[in-house]
Nanobody, 120 residues
C-alpha cells in the first residue's frame, strides 16, 4: 500500500544538525498526517513531530524550537530538520504516514528507521 524509506541519519556532535528525509511510494494518495517518531535503546517509541495535509504541525516539547518538520508533496517526501542536537536525541528515527482509505478506517504505515547518534 504505502512504503516509507528514511534516510539522512548518521553520527553528529552535540550542537550539530541533520536533515532526515522520508520518501513515500505505492498508494500515496489520501495520505493525511505524516510524522517522525524515535526510539532510544531500552525506551518506548515516542512522538517527535507530525504534520497534517493542511500543514498543521505538532512537536514534542523536548524538540520544539530545535526541530522543524516539512513536506514536499511533489516529491512525496517529508523532512525533519534537526538543529542544536543533543546526546539525548540519540535514537532510531522512524517515519510514519497516516492514510485514510476509500473504505475502512485510517491505517498507519512505518518505515524501517534511520539511526541518529549524537556525541557529547
Amino acid at each position: 500500500q504505502v512504503q516509507l524509506v528514511e534516510s539522512g541519519g548518521g553520527l553528529v556532535q552535540a550542537g550539530g544538525s541533520l536533515r532526515l528525509s522520508c520518501a513515500a511510494s505505492g498508494t500515496i494518495f489520501r495520505i493525511n498526517a505524516m510524522g517522525w517518531y524515535r526510539q532510544a535503546p531500552g525506551k518506548q517509541r515516542e512522538l517527535v513531530a507530525t504534520i497534517t495535509s493542511g500543514g498543521i504541525t505538532n512537536y514534542a516539547d523536548s524538540v520544539k524550537g530545535r526541530f522543524t518538520i516539512s513536506r514536499d508533496n511533489a516529491k512525496n517526501t517529508v523532512y525533519l530538520q534537526m538543529n542544536g542536537l543533543k546526546p539525548e536525541d540519540t535514537a532510531v528515527y522512524y517515519c510514519n504516514a497516516d492514510r485514510l482509505p476509500p473504505i475502512g478506517s485510517r491505517i498507519n504505515y512505518w518505515g524501517k528507521g534511520t539511526l541518529v547518534t549524537v556525541s557529547s
